[in-house]
């Protein structure tokens, strides 16, 4: 496009609550044939809430929540936030968090009051050792309806699983029917596991997911895409998100999301609502055909 028609389609999209921070960002718009977003705080609010508290024989849910809850205290996943925010309106009183540590992609590592926690997923109790077998069912029952299940191992025994539940946004759904009908192969990614990952993506109509992708392997699912000939945009709002929002031939953070991912992408969605993608490809096949 000329300059001129690039920065009209740029002021245009400002007004839209699309930030466009520079100006191959419309060409790219135009030409895309795939897109990736991300499932939590993309697809999702990113707000999650917490459940249940389901405990394994032997445990009681007042013995388990302030050991997790002063575990989580040290994480900044939005799970954690949502274990420490329901530990909290429980007027619980957290013991004193030891030591922590994040195993990204899997939970947590903590040492509280004395007792090792680790909190994750079934890859998580497989590094602590801890059988998650006595759980495993309602952990599923939690993953089928779009819930996040997370273990709990204390002193290495299964001791429960805590369940969060993330809304997905309102306008998700529409953004992502018109996607597919500008024929963009829609896909959603995530760290989360695949019955969630799948519940999730039926309820906003997405057909391709990627699940248990490691942080680090985030940038290497766009690649996959891109071998195959695809012109990918890839839409994440977290700091797992920067390296895959960096290789995709466009990145869109939503505004609300970390720093780094903003600073990766070549435009920011200043409310989050999905639709504004939808708006950046109209506009770019507009402005593109206005100089011709
Ligand atoms: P996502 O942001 O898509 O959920 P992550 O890679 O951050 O992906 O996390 C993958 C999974 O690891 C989560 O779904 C959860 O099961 C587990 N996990 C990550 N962080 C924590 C945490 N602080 N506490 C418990 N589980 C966690
Ligand atoms: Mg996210």
Do not use: C
């Amino acid at each position: 496009a000329t300059p001129t028609a690039v920065m009209v389609g740029t002021g245009r999209a400002a007004e839209l609550g699309i930030l466009i921070s520079n100006g191959e960002a419309l060409e790219q718009a135009r030409r895309l044939t795939a897109i990736v977003l991300d499932k939590t705080g993309t697809i999702t609010q990113g707000k999650p809430a917490l459940t249940a508290v389901i405990t394994a024989d032997g445990w009681t849910e007042a013995e388990v929540l302030p050991l997790v809850a002063a575990a989580e205290s040290g994480s900044e996943h939005p799970v954690a936030q949502a274990i420490v925010t329901h530990a909290q309106d429980g007027g619980l009183t957290l013991p004193v968090l030891d030591a922590f540590e994040a195993i990204p992609g899997h939970g947590i590592d903590a040492r509280v009051a004395g007792r090792h926690v680790q909190v994750g997923n079934a890859a998580m109790m497989l590094r602590a050792g801890a059988d998650v077998t006595p759980l495993e069912t309602v952990a599923q029952e939690a993953a089928s309806r779009g819930e996040t299940p997370m273990y709990v191992a204390i002193g290495g025994d299964l001791a429960a699983v805590v369940a969060v539940a993330d809304i997905v946004k309102a306008e998700s759904a529409e953004a992502i029917a018109q996607l597919e009908a500008l024929g963009l192969e829609v896909w959603m990614i995530t760290g989360d596991n695949a019955a969630t990952a799948q519940a999730v993506a039926a309820q906003v109509g997405i057909t391709h997911v990627m699940a248990d992708v490691l942080p680090a392997d985030k940038a290497a699912a766009v690649v996959r895409l891109q071998e195959q000939g695809h012109v990918v945009a890839m839409a994440g709002d977290g700091v797992n998100d920067a390296g895959a929002l960096a290789q995709a031939d466009l990145g869109i953070a939503i505004g609300t999301g970390a720093d780094v991912a903003i600073a990766a992408s070549d435009i920011t969605l200043v409310g989050g609502d999905l639709r504004g993608i939808v708006s950046a490809i109209a506009l770019s096949r507009r402005t593109v055909t206005t100089m011709k």
